[in-house]
């Protein structure tokens, strides 16, 4: 499985950004894909989270009525739009796959997107 993350940028408080996850390959094995933010000197932290199916989403406090996960099933393709930015929410955004139903700790993810930099200025 290949992951392309897209759609990162420079932003003001209080605007939107969209980005994509293109995944290519043997996606049938996918049963989950997330979202994961990385600030500087930070941890990388969970962000949302959406069974390949569509069917689920999670979220983290953080990003709950704010970001909206999903899925074009067409496209492979996973989305994550993100409103009412703020200045916190600046970090680099991965998206990974879950292929067994159980990763929860980012090292348990087994594929990775290269990353997409958001950097909302207040």
């Known amino acids: 499985v290949q992951l392309q993350a897209s759609g990162g940028g420079l932003v003001q408080a209080g605007g939107s950004l969209r980005l994509s996850c293109a995944a290519s390959?043997?996606?049938?094995?996918?049963?989950?894909m997330s979202w994961f933010r990385q600030a500087p000197g930070k941890e990388r932290e969970f962000v949302a989270g959406?069974?390949?199916?569509?069917?689920?989403?999670t979220y983290a406090d953080s990003a709950k009525g704010r970001f909206t996960i999903s899925r074009d099933n067409a496209k492979t393709t996973v989305y994550l739009q993100m409103n009412s930015l703020k200045p916190e929410d600046t970090a680099v955004y991965y998206c990974?796959?879950?292929?067994?139903?159980?990763?929860?700790?980012?090292?348990?993810?087994?594929?990775w997107g290269q990353g997409t930099l958001v950097t909302v200025s207040s």
């Open positions: 390959g043997r996606t049938f094995s996918i049963y989950r």
């Open positions: 990974a796959a879950d292929l067994n139903g159980v990763a929860v700790r980012p090292s348990e993810y087994d594929f």
């Open positions: 959406i069974r390949w199916s569509g069917t689920v989403t």
